[in-house]
């Protein structure tokens, strides 16, 4: 009788809704060289962890002290994490691998692969984070070497292995270079909705040398995400220590101005209006095959909605399928839709339901089971249009 009440026992049933909320989506993940590095602090092939600017001395502490044959380079990731540093304060992930003796070796370490030991090496590596650090990075870029296009293929393709986002660098020459990489028939780029292109190169304070755009733009769209939401667009945002580009870029509202140029061929690029420099641009490099994912936002609420679902619906795993399953799952995706909502300011909106179609009794019997998600994003205002009309003066104003 130790069990014993006489009244009402209460319990709380683990079959119930659940809520989620959103993965995060602003880790960095950048693969470059460094060879002033301390290898101790940024060992090659290696993911780290950079979350205080004070860590990027790191990379520059063995200068050496007299010249060397051949000579060794700071490399691409200094003065482009400085730059990304500039922008906010932010989390990053580090993979740093070693320059070649030549550039084509140095291409063929970025891009990286598995070992001889079954390691993995270059932005392959980026893989690696989730395990070694707990972060899963979702903002991935190459400063400089991304200009190569077989690097940057390479990158696209990881990216979607990764379901993140990354950017690229245009070569920096001229607008009409840049526009060229993705109106040209046979360009490798242009059905990858996970990626944008940029260009021009950017002139920083206190650097010698050009820092390739997509460094700059991987920090804006980190800083966005967390200032104002993954659905915002990285365009129309004001950038720090920028003094100016590689070409001149002016802004301008007619459709042969350099900016509409570039931006109606898909390059993203720099502006100096409104008071100094700020990103400028929306499309992915498919906005002509991919119009469901032409724009920024969309891409980037898509995969943080399919991420967010993976990682909070583990609790749903090996349930029995029955009713209160099916009733839990989907209230459980509609209540975190509608936060998305509330939160976004109604610029992400969608709903959950059971596929009854194929939810079918062999399916389940299988241990399947079928969901369909509808949600939309707001696409960014890119083009205002207004029109004004002149009324003739009335001629009550006149006689008074």
Known sequence: MADFVHGVVSSISDNSTRSISAVATSVIGIVGTAGWADPAKFPVNTPVLVNDVTQLAGLISNKPTKETDPPITQGSLPDALNLMFDQANLTCVVIRVDEGADDKTTQTNIIGGVNGSGHRTGMQVLIDAQSVLGLTPKILCVPSFSKIVDVA?????????????CYLDGPGSSASDAIKIL????????GYNNAMLCDPWIKAAGVADMIPPSALWAAIRAKTDNEKGVWRSSSNQKVNSVIGTSYPVEYANNPSSTSNLLNGAGVACIVNYGGGFRTWGNYTCAFKTDSQFAFEPARRVASMISDTLDETLMWAVDLPTNASYFNNVTASI????RDLSLQSDSAVNGTCTANKDLNTETALDQGQSYFDIDFSVASPAQ???CKLTKQLQSTSSSNS
């Open 153 to 165: 293929s390479a990158l696209c393709t990881l990216t979607d292995e990764m379901d993140a986002f």
């Open 183 to 190: 109106t040209a028939e046979s360009s490798p780029l242009t």
């Open 334 to 337: 509609n209540g975190f839709m």
């Open 383 to 385: 083009t205002i249009n």
